[in-house]
């Protein structure tokens, strides 16, 4: 067999990629808008998209056009939650952050310089933000999860990325400015919590909390989103308290301490 390291990681990466484009919601994504996204030519997106489904990773919805996740993701992915107990030990939290605030709970997870919402839980209020979702995406430093992980992690690292931050954040970063981020971030780090004024989608606001890992390193984060009346400058101290109390709740399980050593 040739051995072709590069080419061969290569294409591992844009198939990743792929994936990761298909998988930010449940109606997936058509060809034209996976083009776009990915920056790679349509014969080789297309090429990549039906290897993928003739192996059961995707799936063509000759209703909508779209390319959809597969029945073999689910059956990775049911194989792969075994190893991360993470829901049995968030949604407890979740379901009492729910209740008590009538707003929609989420757990995301940071991977690399990216969020993704792994669990949500309904509120009771009638009128909610449909912005969050499970398998949504978010650049690290992008809505109120990705603010209250990136403000807990070092100095040298928020550095870097803000250093790039127009293409990190891409179409996010005309609303998420950098001195507005770096102001957000810095409020995140005094308050203990993030507070996000409808930043991705106006009148749609959310707050968050960083949850830690056993080292102290932000890995994960529990958020609240809802529209903007239920966001007053009032109950934001009950609302970040009550987010705080749970993130602290799941970072003592997981192993940690909550004190988030930040490594400047």
């Known amino acids: 067999m040739t051995n072709s390291p590069v080419q061969g990681a290569q294409v591992v990466s844009r198939i990743a990629g792929l994936l990761r484009l298909v998988g930010r919601g449940a109606e997936g994504m058509p060809l034209s808008a996976l083009v776009k996204e990915s920056g790679l030519t349509r014969p080789t997106v297309h090429r990549l998209l039906s290897s993928l489904a003739s192996e059961g990773l995707l799936d063509h ?12 993701m689910l059956l990775m992915g049911s194989v792969a939650a075994a190893r991360f107990p993470l829901e ?48 949504v995406r978010f650049p690290l430093g992008v809505a109120s999860a ?6 807990f ?3 040298a690292e928020q550095e870097e990325l803000l250093r790039g931050w127009a293409e990190h954040a891409g179409a996010f970063a005309a609303a ?3 001195e507005v981020v770096r102001a957000n971030l ?16 106006e009148g749609s606001w959310g707050m968050g909390a960083a949850v830690f890992d056993a080292s102290g390193k932000p890995a994960w984060a529990l958020s609240l989103t809802g529209i903007e009346p239920r966001f007053k400058p009032e109950r934001q101290e009950e609302l970040g308290t009550l987010l705080m109390a749970e993130a602290h709740r799941i970072t003592q399980q997981l192993g940690g301490d909550g004190k988030g050593r930040r490594g400047r």
Do not use: K
Request: aromatic share 6%.
């Open 153 to 155: 992690v070092p100095e």
């Open 61 to 72: 919805d000759a209703g909508s056009g779209n390319w959809v996740l597969g029945p073999e």
């Open 88 to 135: 049995d030990i968030a949604r407890p939290s979740l379901r009492r952050l729910a209740e008590a605030t009538g707003e929609s709970a989420f757990f995301s997870i940071r991977r690399g310089s990216e969020t993704v919402c792994l669990l949500r839980e309904e509120g009771s209020f009638p009128v909610r933000s449909f912005v969050l979702h499970e398998g």
């Open 146 to 151: 990705g603010t209250a992980i990136m403000a």
């Open 186 to 201: 810095a409020r995140t780090r005094q308050a203990g919590y993030s507070v996000n004024p409808g930043l991705v989608l």
């Open 176 to 178: 998420h400015t950098q």
